[in-house]
Every structure is written in C-alpha cells, then in structure tokens.
C-alpha cells in the first residue's frame, strides 16, 4: 500500500501547478489523453451537461472478447470531430465540478505503488505541501475506486448473461448494447 505522505513528497518534489492550458482536455500529449469514465461517473457528467447519457460518452474504444463474444469495457467521454473533450469549451471544463477522477488527478495516476507522471506544462511548479497532500490522497482514493470497479467488472463479465448477437459494453453495472 502506497503511504498517503511518501506519495505526497514525491508529488511535491516533482512539483505541479494547471497552467489551464487545456492541452490534457484537447487529446493533445502522447496518451491522446481519452478519459475513460465509470457509469456513475458518465451520469454524473451528463446531468452537470443537461444531456442523455449515450451524448455525454462512448462506448471505450478497443474490442476484446468475453466468452467468445466481441466486447467493450467501460465508456470514454464524448469527443468533438478534433479529438477535444466534448465538455471544454476551449477555454475551460463546462462540467468541472463533476469532472471524473482522471481528470482530478491529472497528469498523475498510481501503477500499483508506482506514481505514473503525464507529459503536462505544469509540471515543475512549486506545490504546497497540503495541494500535494490533497492529491495523493485523491489518487489513493481513485486507486481504490478503481479497484472497486475492476473487481465488480469482473463479476459482471462472470455472471452476466450476454446479448445474442451484436457488439456490447460491460461495466460494474451490467452489460449494454453498444
């Protein structure tokens, strides 16, 4: 188990600080930056948008099977036709207050025990020690969140009965047609 003030250290000498560049938001930077979001998290997201659920996300790219059946796991936010986040406006987050942990934690994420650093123009900035605490335990938090899921995920793909014919989507809560 990674321990809440190590963490904090590491962040804090590696320094961070949002220069509101957007560029995470933009799909810019190796990773394309796609956000894959829970079903709760897509609801809450959605609801902050006023939109249905099926305008706010996709189905995640990336097909594996389960029991011999072409499958997706989980959902990614809806992006513009550049690769943008559907939910910047090019200046800022529409949705911030109900924005998913990978966007809370960015550019940071745990392997295991191990801190995975993002390319990010705000890295190096100086961080207080209590904005370094405040985001490792963020990043504990949705370590475990995602533990959670991941667990329950498997249960689904364990027990749920599948659609006869077509391409789907699994996640905690059930499996739905893509």
Known sequence: MTDLEALAREIGAIGFACTN????????????SLVMVWRAEARRVAEAADLAFGEAVVPFPGEIEVRGRPCRLGWALARDDDGACRFHDGDRCTVYEARPWICRTYPFML???????????????????????????????????????????????????????????VDAEGVTRA
Not at 21 to 32: N, S, V
Not at 122 to 145: N, V
Not at 156 to 168: H, I, K, N, Q, R
């Open 111 to 169: 392997d295991g025990d191990r801190l995975v650093v993002s390319e990010c123009p705000g890295l190096g900035t100086p961080i207080s020690d209590a904005d370094a605490r405040g985001l490792a335990a963020d990043l504990l938090a949705r370590r475990a969140a995602e533990e959670d899921e991941a667990e329950r995920v498997r249960c689904v793909v364990a027990s749920a009965e599948l659609p006869p014919d077509g391409t789907f989507v």
């Open 21 to 32: 560049c957007g560029d995470c938001c933009r799909g810019l930077g190796e990773d394309g």
